[in-house]
């Protein structure tokens, strides 16, 4: 089955600055990839995906790259805020089944 | 318009006991997931109904959980015998059944087994 795993599992930036998160997936067969921010007590809100045929996809201050090649993909972050500080966790599926696997998440905190 | 809701939002119960985990779907959505969150832990999947049936249930730790859906809507994750290695968030989804469609999450039922 597939395996994702996510890094860093921590990350303090100030506000302002870039955050990336990366995550390495084992199954080439995945070809769908959300990215979904958690906040405390709350459900997992999607808020970013990518499909395996695009390369990049950009929402405002948030992107995502694909590189199938090397089975890794990564969030981007620009322009950090406060209220951007969350667990955010990868996920993938591949295209034989429905359910997301999903990384280990990152704690990340914006610092004022 | 309302989006997945879950009950009840906390429960606490006594090892060996049964518990019945609610989720209500999003209105019209046939595709709906289980999934457990331990602490501090990513998300494991559970089961996944499509429709009342329910063609994956390869995440379901053991016989002592089940789950069912019924009317093409509401689903119940039941765990019997309940142990301490249960105690977890336990999370519903609904997505509209589309092959690779957003699942969206509801806020999750905190179980505590002491």
């Known amino acids: 089955g597939e395996n994702v795993e996510q890094h860093p599992s921590t990350l303090s930036v100030q506000e302002g600055d870039s955050a990336v998160i990366k995550c390495t997936y084992s199954d080439s067969a995945s070809n769908y990839f959300p990215w979904y921010k958690q906040e405390l007590g709350k459900g997992p809100q999607l808020i970013i995906d990518i499909r395996s045929n695009v390369g990049e996809k950009k929402d405002q201050r948030i992107a995502v790259t694909l590189n199938k090649t090397a089975k890794h993909f990564s969030l981007h972050i620009t322009e950090t805020q406060p209220e951007d500080s969350a667990v955010y966790f990868c996920a993938a599926t591949p295209g034989s089944a429905r359910q997301l696997t999903f990384g280990s998440g990152t704690q990340l905190t914006v610092l004022p | ?114």
């Open chain 2, 1 to 114: 318009g309302a989006g997945v809701s879950q009950s009840p939002s906390n429960k606490v119960t006594e090892k060996g006991k049964d518990v019945e985990l609610r989720c209500d779907p999003i209105s019209g959505h046939t595709a709906l997931y289980w999934y457990r969150q331990s602490l501090g832990q990513g998300l494991e999947f559970l089961i996944y109904f499509q429709g009342n049936s329910a063609p994956d249930k390869s995440g379901l730790p053991s016989d002592r959980f089940s789950a069912e859906r019924t009317g093409g809507s509401v689903s119940t994750l039941t765990i019997q015998r309940t142990q301490q290695e249960d105690s977890a968030v336990y999370l519903c989804a609904s997505s509209s059944g589309s092959f690779q469609e957003t699942q969206y999450f509801g806020p999750g039922t905190r179980l505590l087994v002491l």
